[in-house]
T-cell receptor, first 114, second 110 residues
Framework: EPEVTQTPSHQVTQMGQEVILRCVPI?????FYWYRQILGQKVEFLVS????????KSEIFDDQFSVERPDGSNFTLKIRSTKLEDSAMYFC????????????FGQGTRLTVV | GQQVMQIPQYQHVQEGEDFTTYCNSS?????IQWYKQRPGGHPVFLIQ?????EVKKQKRLTFQFGEAKKNSSLHITATQTTDVGTYFC??????????FGTGTRLQVTL
């Protein structure tokens, strides 16, 4: 089965530093997402991206966050000036954009802000 | 905004017992999906339901979508230790995003 790949699997960063989380969605997919899951909690929507622009974002996705699809294959989430409360598992997901809303999730990046 | 709640938060069963998790949305959904997340893992798609009142089965798992398209349930018959994990429903309203439910963590012991 095709896979969404995320790198790195674990990132430790100092508070106030910038991090970039990377994702390679499945190649023929058109919709891309970032979700966040704080340990033991639910999966929270951050942002959706379609046709090279943000199609929807949550209230969590403030000016601290940005997304890019720089080269047609990678999809990145940048977090500027990280805070302790940004520590979470970040999942990238993609879907085809056809009738099925099935999302394929990557393995996640565990971000730890110290 | 749209909220999706699940009950119970946690259930511990003996292997062979049945298990049900219930999902309720604050708004009408165009479709609902179910995902399973093993401890330390990522959400894995189980099924999508689209039609009002729809029922689908996958081996020991039975999924239902309510008539009003605001609630759903997942029932597992004769649980096995491999069923351990957190089960999330996820709904789509008018927008493209999936809103995940709060999840039900299932523990199965011998």
């Amino acid at each position: 089965e095709p896979e969404v790949t995320q790198t790195p699997s674990h990132q430790v960063t100092q508070m106030g530093q910038e991090v970039i989380l990377r994702c390679v969605p499945i190649s023929n997919h058109l919709y891309f997402y970032w979700y966040r899951q704080i340990l033991g909690q639910k999966v929270e929507f951050l942002v959706s991206f379609y046709n090279n622009e943000i199609s929807e974002k949550s209230e969590i996705f403030d000016d601290q966050f940005s997304v890019e699809r720089p080269d047609g294959s990678n999809f990145t989430l940048k977090i500027r000036s990280t805070k302790l409360e940004d520590s979470a598992m970040y999942f990238c997901a993609s879907r085809t954009g056809q009738q099925s809303m099935r999302a394929f999730f990557g393995q996640g990046t565990r971000l730890t802000v110290v | 905004g749209q909220q999706v709640m699940q009950i119970p938060q946690y259930q511990h069963v003996q292997e062979g017992e049945d298990f049900t998790t219930y999902c309720n949305s604050s708004t009408t959904l165009s479709n609902i999906q179910w995902y399973k997340q093993r401890p330390g893992g990522h959400p894995v798609f189980l099924i999508q339901l689209v039609k009002s009142g729809e029922v689908k089965k996958q081996k020991r798992l039975t999924f239902q979508f309510g008539e009003a398209k605001k609630n759903s349930s997942l029932h597992i018959t004769a649980t096995q230790t491999t069923d351990v994990g957190t089960y999330f429903c996820a709904g789509t309203g008018t927008a493209s995003k999936l809103t995940f439910g709060t999840g039900t963590r299932l523990q199965v012991t011998l």
